[in-house]
């Protein structure tokens, strides 16, 4: 029974995907966004520091077969990422006056025809894209402020270096995103929930909605909402087009702790292009993600869909000694705690 439940899990997504070279050349560009907006989201004036790490692992060739004008190919598809923003008081001792900051976030993704970590087969009809964001920050905390800016270069087909700009005040954040004089891009943020690691109290705030807004052309333009229905541990969220007026995805998400440190489960509808509707799920544990048909990996990951997804993962951020997941509204409870131990008394006075 046990080897028929794992040939279920492993085959179910046999054959089900087959990215395109043109879905490789197309992720380039949306990972550049996704960068960006991991900064706005880590790099806030009241954190110090950040850190991530990710490998996406495909168990069979026959998952990720490349389909071209010449056929099918079996190889892999990958995504490698790691980055981190650090700040002059990284260490959370505290510090008076302005922080400044550095960070660098970058990605390998593409297709192979072997599976690899360090250095890539290359072989026939392999396809391999590297994007590169660095940002500069300087924030005061006291007045919940920050402005930053960097370069970002994107190594595809058409190789680009793209300048950008973040400002975050309180709970707004934006950031537009320039290749030479043109804006590309523009998203704006408005957090209204109110977050105990930014200093915000609990209160009926816990229940506004996050909202953010991203412009990249007069057609498209996409809305994001997220809203806490319960403690924050569940979620509702949903992507929407404006222009083109359409479904993007929905999701449920559950976090047993508000730092989202220790678990996360979702449930995901996706709409594809076609408009085809499916569903999807996941769960992530320290260092692990397990997916399948997930809105996020069909966003990130080629268009992926009817596949299982494995990625060993790392994503923490630090706010004085207060450790808690990208985005998350409370920091992790701290478990420390100290044994009492007795003064040693005093000696005894002797008579001369």
Request: charged share 20%; glycine share 8%.
């Amino acid at each position: 029974m046990k080897w028929i439940i794992c040939l279920l899990f492993f085959f179910t997504g046999a054959f089900a995907w087959n990215p395109t070279p043109s879905d490789i050349e197309k992720q380039a560009l949306q990972t550049g966004f996704d960068q960006v907006s991991v900064f706005q989201n880590a790099a806030r004036p009241e954190y110090n520091a950040y850190l991530t790490a990710g490998i996406i692992w495909l168990p069979l060739p026959s998952q990720s077969a490349l389909a071209t004008d010449w056929g099918i190919h079996n190889g892999f598809a990958f995504r490698q990422k790691m980055g981190m923003w650090l700040t002059d008081d990284f260490d959370g001792k505290g510090k008076k006056g302005l922080a400044f900051g550095f960070g660098w976030l970058g990605e390998r993704h593409g297709w192979d025809n072997e599976d690899f970590l360090f250095f890539p087969n290359r072989g026939d009809f392999s396809q391999i894209n590297q994007v590169h964001t660095f940002v500069f920050t300087i924030a005061d905390s006291s007045k919940q402020a920050l402005a930053g800016g960097g370069l970002q270069y994107i190594n595809a087909e058409n190789n680009m270096l793209r300048w950008w700009l973040l400002g975050t005040y309180g709970r707004l954040s934006l950031f537009p995103i320039f290749h030479k004089g043109d804006l590309q891009v523009l998203n704006t943020q408005l957090n209204l929930q109110a977050r105990a690691l930014q200093g915000h109290r609990d209160s009926w705030q816990n229940y506004l909605p996050d909202l953010e807004y991203s412009y990249f052309s007069k057609d498209s333009m996409k809305i994001f909402i997220s809203q806490n229905i319960f403690k924050q541990k569940y979620y509702i969220e949903g992507a929407f087009w404006a222009r083109p007026s359409n479904f993007a995805w929905a999701a449920f998400k559950f976090y047993p702790d508000p730092s989202r440190l220790l678990l996360a489960l979702e449930t995901t509808v996706t709409q594809k292009e076609n408009d085809k509707i499916y569903f999807g799920g996941g769960i992530t544990l320290p260092f692990l993600r397990i997916a399948y048909n997930h809105a996020d990996d069909y966003e990130k990951f080629f268009k992926s869909r009817g596949i299982w997804i494995f990625e060993l993962l790392l994503s923490i951020g630090t706010s004085g000694d207060s450790f808690f997941g990208l985005s998350a509204p409370k920091a992790a409870s701290n478990e420390i705690s100290s044994t009492p131990t007795r003064k040693p008394l005093p000696p005894p006075n002797r008579r001369e």
